[in-house]
């Protein structure tokens, strides 16, 4: 069963720069996962210090691998100070689950 991913990431306005850099870095390595379908990170175009994250893996087991992998912790220790807040929808066949994140 494929798991969908719909996010809103907040950033610091003044480090949009820093984090669309770490950004390309961490999406290019994340579509090479094995268990990746598809994974794209846009600017909002409502909102200048948001990013809409749109990604699908295999499984809900393969996207919780992503979460293991070292460029996925590298992004986030690289951008700890520039990330505000997420707030994703999980979607697994006809059931969807929200997360908020505090960074």
Avoid at 64 to 76: C, Q, S, Y
Wanted: charged residues 30%; proline residues 3%.
């Amino acid at each position: 069963m494929k798991k969908f991913v719909i996010g809103w990431v907040t950033f610091k306005p003044e480090k949009r720069d820093e984090l669309m850099e770490a950004i390309q870095d961490f999406a290019a390595a994340t579509r090479q996962e094995k268990g990746c379908v598809f994974f794209e990170i846009n600017l909002s175009r409502e909102q200048p210090n948001c990013t809409v994250i749109a990604e699908c893996f295999q499984s809900g087991e393969a996207h919780d691998e992503h979460h293991k992998t070292p460029h996925a912790k590298a992004f986030f220790e690289k951008t700890a100070g520039i990330l505000v807040e997420g707030r994703f929808e999980n979607i697994l066949s006809d059931n969807v689950v929200a997360d908020i994140v505090k960074f």
